[in-house]
């Protein structure tokens, strides 16, 4: 299977910033993404590039101050994670879809590679 390496968390102030990097063995992925724990749903989408970087998904909660990106030479996505807040704290895993089904764009169950997560911590 492929897996999912994945960095860039920490602890940081409430106004801060963080950057997470992802990378894979292939680019070769309809979308990849970030997401993270909500209770009572499992893992919720925090953002979703498709791999043209034609779409881009963002839950409410971040949208304005997160920003997804790729670089397909490094087989790298990222997340810029600006003006966090406490809010934010989780533990954000990566994923990657290589099939193109199992889902919608924004369900954990289309993805099939995952990173083990990296914490990301926002102190008041």
């Known amino acids: 299977r492929v897996r999912l390496e994945e960095?860039?968390?920490g602890?940081?102030?409430a106004g801060g910033s963080l950057k997470l990097s992802c990378t894979a063995p292939t680019n070769a992925t309809y979308a990849m993404g970030w997401f993270r724990p909500a209770p009572g749903k499992g893992r919720e989408a925090v953002a979703i590039i498709t791999g043209t970087g034609a779409y881009t998904f963002y839950t409410n909660s971040v949208r304005g101050r997160f920003t997804i990106s790729q670089d397909t030479a490094k087989?790298?996505?990222y997340l810029q994670m600006d003006?966090?807040?406490p809010e934010d704290t989780a533990i954000y895993y990566c994923a990657a879809d290589l099939?193109?089904?199992g889902g919608a764009w924004n369900e954990p169950r289309r993805y099939d590679a995952w990173g083990q997560g990296t914490q990301v911590t926002?102190?008041?």
């Open 7 to 9: 960095s860039g968390g």
């Open 83 to 85: 003006n966090l807040t």
């Open 99 to 101: 099939t193109g089904y």
């Open 122 to 124: 926002v102190s008041s």
């Open 11 to 13: 602890s940081v102030q």
């Open 75 to 77: 087989n790298t996505h």
